[in-house]
């Protein structure tokens, strides 16, 4: 940035020596290209609807969903139009002070208790008090360890070698049909035990876990390449254009065409 202008405006802020709290407003359209932080960061999306990639992953955030980026790991971040943002910034060394850990990949949450914690840790930033940092503390231990669960459950246990099996073969065919019978009888069990054990690890049933396998493909393919949007969606897997416009639209939040051009102006 030229001089000293800056990207957002800081509506509030406030220091507590563990953490800052603050909230800054973004203008839409604004781009901020890859960058890291020197401290791991919250994020809560107040208003607003911007794109995020962070890692392999791409993400449009909506309204009410909350990130974690771990110290130094790069992302990058378009504001699809005007919205606030509620961010705090952890000191090095927290929470392992206090016997707690934070994850060393992302996390990210779009609904449950890490966003109602996030909304009343807000709630300390506009209403402060002499309470305010240990009520600050305290919660963000409770987030901190929903943050570790997050990512060390359920996906992330280790799952029997024919359930992995499974999964693997969804990851190499993602544009192939799917029958719960057939991947069943491949990995020789019963399509209702396959069905229980995939959501135990999984959390979601085969067909929510390709249809987002093939929402990313989708994503890849739009940035990656010029290729039609009806070929796009043969090559993801969609039996056609419109239905593979419908699904993408519930899954990022945008559509197809939308997410292509934020993708080639990023």
């Known amino acids: 940035m030229a001089g000293n202008r800056l990207p957002y405006t800081l509506e509030r802020s406030v220091d507590l020596g563990f953490c800052s709290l603050r909230e ?30 962070m890692e392999t992953h791409t993400t449009v955030r909506n309204p009410g969903s ?29 929470p392992e002070r206090l016997g707690g850990r934070l994850p060393e990949r992302p996390v990210l949450f779009e609904e449950g208790p890490a966003v109602s914690i996030m909304r009343r840790l807000r709630a300390e930033l506009y209403e402060p008090d002499d309470v305010t940092p240990v009520m600050t503390q305290a919660l963000l231990l ?42 069943a009888q491949m990995a020789s069990v019963h399509p209702s035990h396959l069905t229980r054990a995939f959501r135990s690890h999984f959390r979601c049933t085969v067909g929510e876990y390709v249809r987002n396998l093939r929402v990313e493909r989708a994503k890849h393919l739009l940035v990656a390449t010029s ?21 993408f639209r519930d899954y990022v939040g945008t559509t197809p065409a939308q997410f292509r051009s934020i993708g080639k102006d990023a």
């Open 24 to 53: 800054l407003t973004y203008s839409g359209g604004l781009h901020l290209g890859s960058h890291c932080h020197d401290r791991a960061y919250i994020h809560l999306a107040v208003s607003g609807q911007s794109r995020e990639v």
């Open 66 to 94: 909350v990130a974690y980026a771990p110290q130094a790991a790069p992302h990058a971040h378009t504001f699809l139009n005007t919205g606030r943002s509620f961010e705090i910034y952890l000191q090095n060394g927290w």
């Open 142 to 183: 409770e987030i901190a360890a929903l943050m570790a669960r997050r990512v060390g459950s359920p996906e992330e246990r280790r799952a029997p070698r024919w359930l992995s099996g499974v999964r693997d073969y969804l990851h190499d065919n993602v544009n192939e049909p799917v029958s719960l019978d057939a991947l």
């Open 227 to 247: 290729l039609p949007l009806a070929e796009v969606a043969l090559d993801a897997g969609f039996a056609n254009q419109s239905h593979f416009s419908r699904v």
